[in-house]
């Protein structure tokens, strides 16, 4: 079994928030693998993203909302687990997440993080930190509101922040997928493809494209494989 799929089995859930859901994907991971949940609430601040995952997610327990995570439209102590998945690096104000977290997490509730960092240990895996950066860079250059992926050191310190009790943390490496698969380099070509046309509007455009040249190389020369990412379950 997995070491997230492990993980979040011995979890009963109850009532389950997932901030920053996106379209819902780490919702439909708990869905399967958590030992049991009442409900599920995903809340995102962009409402094409909750129209999207509401329209492939349609379960009488599971509801999506569009709010602001630094505001949260909740009770204090109104959720027994609350998830943030790969998300962290995409908010203005980490702290004020974090707070409102804390604040409608009840006591002796589940927090759960799962989030890529940076520390890369191997040449396929810089590929996937390289290109995710670039496109960080993209994104900021074109106004959207994505943040370079933090360290490992740094993602123990957020969590550190919430004052929880029994914190695991569980690294999860990609050691086993093959980093010159071709279909996988022809797929991150067409993310980067992607990406690139999103940055023609950019005043950087000339940099961008120069970096995304060089990424590409990178992918052809030592292929790629998934970042590291940092799995940390705790109970407030």
Do not use: C
């Not at 006591?107 to 810089?126: S, V, Y």
């Not at 957020?158 to 009790?165: I, Q, R, Y």
């Not at 997928?177 to 991150?188: G, N, R, V």
């Amino acid at each position: 079994m997995d070491v997230v799929e492990k993980a979040l089995s011995a979890l009963v859930g109850g009532r389950v928030l997932d901030v920053a859901t996106q379209e819902g994907g780490f919702i439909q991971f708990m869905m399967e693998h958590l030992q049991s949940y009442t409900h599920i609430t995903g809340i995102d601040i962009t409402e094409q993203a909750v129209r999207n995952a509401a329209a492939k997610i349609k379960q009488e327990k599971i509801r999506f909302l569009t709010a602001d995570a630094r505001q949260m439209p909740f009770e204090t102590g109104h959720f027994d687990t609350v998830s943030i998945s790969a998300s962290l690096h995409h908010f203005t104000d980490i702290e004020a997440v974090l707070f409102e977290v804390r604040r409608v997490l009840k006591p002796g509730g589940n927090f759960i993080l799962i989030e890529m960092h940076r520390e890369a240990q191997t040449e396929a895996e810089l590929t996937s930190t390289y290109l995710h950066q670039w496109a960080a860079r993209v994104d900021t250059a074109t106004g959207r509101v994505h943040n370079p992926s933090l360290t490992r050191q740094e993602l123990v310190d957020h969590v550190a922040s919430l004052g929880l009790s029994q914190v695991e943390f569980y690294d999860v490496i990609d050691r086993d997928s093959d980093p010159t698969d071709q279909a996988l380099i022809k797929q991150l070509d067409a993310v980067i493809d992607k990406v690139l046309q999103r940055a023609e509007t950019a005043a950087s455009y000339s940099e961008l494209k120069e970096q995304a040249a060089a990424i590409r190389q990178q992918l052809h020369r030592a292929g790629a494989r998934h970042e590291p990412v940092l799995l940390a379950i705790g109970r407030k």
